[in-house]
């Protein structure tokens, strides 16, 4: 072959990658990295640094992209009652979709009994740190210091702080005005970055679903078979009909085309399980494919993303079912109540990064009578597995903070209905 045909060859080859939509780049690295997994075994540890180094990557953005697009989209949002008006409804979206799912998780533990039979002889025990105090954690949202927060990367304080920067420049008018302008470039950057970044994510992608299966994959599935499956099955019902439900009947959009757009965001969620480490990919999408505008977008993923967890509710509300049937503790309906209620205010200061549902569910067990020792029995029984399980219900906050940022944005009309309905951008 010669030097020409050779750079002819690379340029072909360049094209076709470049020109293949990433979620397809995505989708097609997630099924090899599967079939390759699971031919090579623990092997596939030995690529698992390709995938930490794109969460890495993306992580990097996610605390300067919060505080910076966040302030910027309050300060667009023009007046304070605009700020109450979206917070609001994003709030009680998050609230109802998020009590549904505990529901779902009850419903399919009741229905399957999982916990029926199981023996936890084998399990090396776990414990875990319950969370903070629900008053801690409202107390916290406030910092006393905002660098701090953001070099700890102490997401509800950023949060606060950036909103509390935004109103300010709303409330100054004129005066703060060149900070605006300056926060949306910063803002535009960091999106930029976000998309240079994930030209890396097939890579990462690969590597780390390859490593699931490797080490976790099918056996762990088949070794906790009624679970896994009722979070398989609970969390797409939840997606499709509580989040897909939302879409089509509460923003009156279609919504297999909200699903498609959101491809790219399920996929990365799928396989980091961290929503926190998704948001880039979560915003970039909200803007890119599904025509969110600032306004809302920065403001309601960001607020989703550490608040809202539609799958950890499902599997904490699940879990604690399967735990109550394994050590006998009988649960009516003020324990249901009370699952539901801890699980959605616990879940507002748990933070969305790997397995983070465990710590959520050790205050949930303790709120429902189950011992701290039997607590660290069920968590040490779940965690070898939890990896897999945690991939299902990552993807399924995610959905649902974009689900509930699409209605939001309609409301408020702060979507443009043609980026919407267009086939997502590469
Ligand atoms: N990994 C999940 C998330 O980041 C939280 C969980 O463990 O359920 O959204």
Redesign the pocket.
């Known amino acids: 072959m010669s030097t020409d045909d050779q750079q002819t060859g690379h340029k072909g080859l360049a094209s076709l990658w470049f020109g293949t939509a990433l979620w397809k780049r995505i989708l097609a690295a997630v099924l090899l990295g599967a079939i390759i997994g699971y031919f090579w075994g623990e092997g596939a540890t030995q690529i698992k640094w390709m995938g930490d180094l794109f969460v890495r990557l993306i992580r990097m953005i996610v605390v300067p992209l919060v505080f910076v697009t966040l302030a910027a989209g309050v300060a667009a949002m023009g007046n304070l009652q605009r700020l109450g008006s979206i917070g609001v409804k994003a709030l009680v979206l998050y609230m109802l979709t998020s009590v549904v799912a505990v529901v779902i998780g009850i419903g399919f533990g009741v229905l399957l009994q999982p916990g029926v039979g199981v023996e936890l002889s084998g399990a090396t025990p776990r414990a875990v740190e319950t969370t903070a105090s629900v008053g801690d954690l409202l107390m916290n949202i406030v910092p006393t210091n905002p660098i701090a927060a953001l070099a700890s990367g102490d997401m509800l304080a950023i949060i606060f702080f950036a909103l509390i920067f935004g109103a300010g420049i709303l409330v100054q008018g004129e005066g703060a005005r060149p900070m605006a302008d300056i926060l949306n470039q910063a803002s535009e950057a960091l999106l930029g970055a976000t998309r240079i970044v994930m030209e890396a994510a097939p890579f990462g992608v690969f590597a780390l679903i390859a490593w699931v299966m490797g080490t976790s994959g099918p056996q762990a599935f088949a070794s906790v078979f009624k679970l896994a499956i009722a979070v398989y099955v609970g969390c797409a019902l939840h997606m499709l009909l509580v989040q897909g439900g939302v879409v089509r009947l509460f923003a009156n959009l279609r919504a297999l085309r909200f699903f498609r757009d959101v491809t790219e965001a399920q996929l990365v969620?799928y396989s980091?399980?961290?929503?926190?480490?998704?948001l880039p990919v979560t915003m970039r999408v909200a803007e890119k494919n599904l025509g969110l505008r600032r306004p809302v977008f920065s403001s309601v993923l960001p607020l989703g993303?550490t608040i809202n967890?539609d799958?950890?509710a499902l599997?904490?509300g699940l879990v604690a079912v399967f735990s109550a049937q394994i050590f006998g503790v009988p649960l009516d309906a003020g324990k249901y109540a009370i699952i539901m209620l801890t699980t959605v205010l616990v879940s507002i200061g748990?933070?969305?990064?790997?397995?983070?549902?465990?710590?959520?569910l050790a205050a949930v067990l303790t709120a429902i009578g189950i011992t701290p020792e039997q607590t660290a029995l069920v968590v040490g029984f779940i965690l070898p597995f939890?990896r897999i399980?945690?991939?299902m219900?990552?993807t399924?906050?995610?959905t649902g903070d974009l689900a509930v940022a699409t209605t939001v944005g309609k409301w408020e009309d702060e979507i443009d209905l043609d980026v919407y309905r267009a086939p997502s951008a590469g």
């Open positions: 969620a980091t399980s961290s929503s926190a480490a998704t993303a967890m799958g950890t599997y904490v748990t933070a969305s990064v790997p397995s983070a549902s465990l710590f959520l939890d399980l945690d991939m219900r990552t399924t906050n995610v």
